[in-house]
């Protein structure tokens, strides 16, 4: 459980090197713990209301994992055999692809911003949404550095996309109401001095 080689305040990679415990790969490894930890909520809602994307949930944990597995393997420093072992490649980009796209034909066009609603299910794949668009703004610079491989930032690309749609269908399938963006205006200082006078 405990080996007391961070209490330095370093940590390991995958291929033997340590750096930092601030270091931009933990900042990215941690967000995609994160994101995987906020899925098994959203999971547990999901399977109990029985929406069917629960199956689809767990096999993106796994994902999640190998990710954390490439990003933890710098690819400009690490040796062929765990290159190749952590290598991450655009089949899994695709096959998320497919998914967006079955799950976006089943729902009614969008016509307006909707707010982050629609049930226990949906809320909480919102939030696996909004935090994914973090882990992949952390994660986007290691992929352009050379650090993971293109197809990991891809990857978070399509995700945040993936729970944009899979939120809306759970509220559907479960009935519920998305809660529709409506601009609120306030009225200028102005006019409230007017109207400040008038009641006077």
């Not at 999901?46 to 629960?54: F, T, V």
């Not at 400009?76 to 055999?81: D, I, K, L, R, W």
């Amino acid at each position: 459980i405990y080996t007391r080689t961070g209490d330095k305040g370093t940590s390991s990679l995958y291929n033997g090197e340590r750096r930092p415990k601030h270091d931009e790969i933990f900042h990215s490894l941690g967000t995609v713990d994160e994101l995987n930890s906020s899925i098994g909520i959203a999971n547990y809602y999901c399977k109990k209301a029985g929406n069917g994307l629960d199956e689809k949930l767990v096999e993106i944990q796994c994902k999640l994992i190998e990710i954390g597995s490439n990003i933890a393997t710098p690819r400009s420093s690490s040796n062929e055999s765990k290159l190749s072992y952590t290598s991450f490649d655009d089949e899994i980009v695709t096959i998320l692809e497919s998914w967006i796209d079955h799950y976006d034909s089943q729902l009614p066009p969008l016509k307006n911003f909707i707010l982050p609603s629609g049930g226990e299910s949906a809320v909480f794949l919102h939030q696996c949404r909004s935090i994914c668009r973090r882990a992949e703004r952390i994660t986007v610079p290691l992929v352009e550095a050379g650090i993971a491989d293109n197809a990991v930032g891809k990857y978070l690309n399509r995700l945040s996309d993936f729970f944009f749609v899979a939120a809306r269908y759970a509220a559907m399938f479960e009935k519920h109401t998305e809660n529709i963006y409506q601009q609120r205006r306030q009225d200028k200082p102005s006019n409230l001095m007017a109207r400040d006078m008038k009641n006077e």
